[in-house]
């Protein structure tokens, strides 16, 4: 255990006018694109207004992609968050991979439209920030029942159905 200020000094320090403000989750209809089926998800502040123009722009996105084979499918489950962070849209695009893994795609919208996220330097990258973690959670603990059931169509439905709602924290 660490037991001086000294060692923690400098560690995770941010701006004393800096709040972590939670966000709100709000599930749409399922997205059926060539190779996969994915939950839908859009994530925003409260005060910040719905962009259906923006999801629609997103979910085309995604589905031309995906016919083009530019984003590979193998067959599965999985979701996609729209979030909504500081004025700019991004996609996170999440399958459920050799049963039990997680692979994710990360795209951020321009004014030309979606993109790829640029790569980072260094072996570190970014995945997902604090609320998009709090979604996934709830999409981990799906999965994890739909890989303890039957895993026949009734299980995979149970899994679509099982929508996040509310607040992310």
């Known amino acids: 255990m660490i037991r001086t200020n000294e060692t923690l000094s400098g560690l995770s320090e941010y701006p004393a006018n800096w709040t972590h ?19 839908w998800y859009d994530i925003r502040r409260a005060d910040d207004e719905a962009a259906p123009h923006v999801t629609e722009e997103a979910r085309a996105f995604l589905t031309e992609r995906a016919a083009a084979k530019e984003v590979e499918f193998r067959g599965e489950l999985g979701f996609a968050l729209l979030h909504l962070d500081g004025g700019k849209y991004y996609l996170l695009v999440c399958v459920w991979r050799d049963r039990d893994e997680m692979w994710q795609g990360l795209f951020h919208k321009d004014d030309g439209g979606f993109l790829p996220y640029p790569p980072k330097p260094g072996l570190l990258r970014p995945t997902q920030n604090v609320v998009e973690l709090d979604a996934t959670a709830h999409e981990r603990r799906g999965w994890s029942r739909y890989l303890r059931s039957a895993r026949d169509t009734a299980a995979k439905q149970a899994y679509l159905d099982d929508a996040c709602t509310g607040e992310l924290v």
């Open 21 to 39: 403000t939670a966000k709100l989750i709000f599930p749409g209809p399922p997205l059926a694109v060539p190779g996969a089926c994915l939950k």
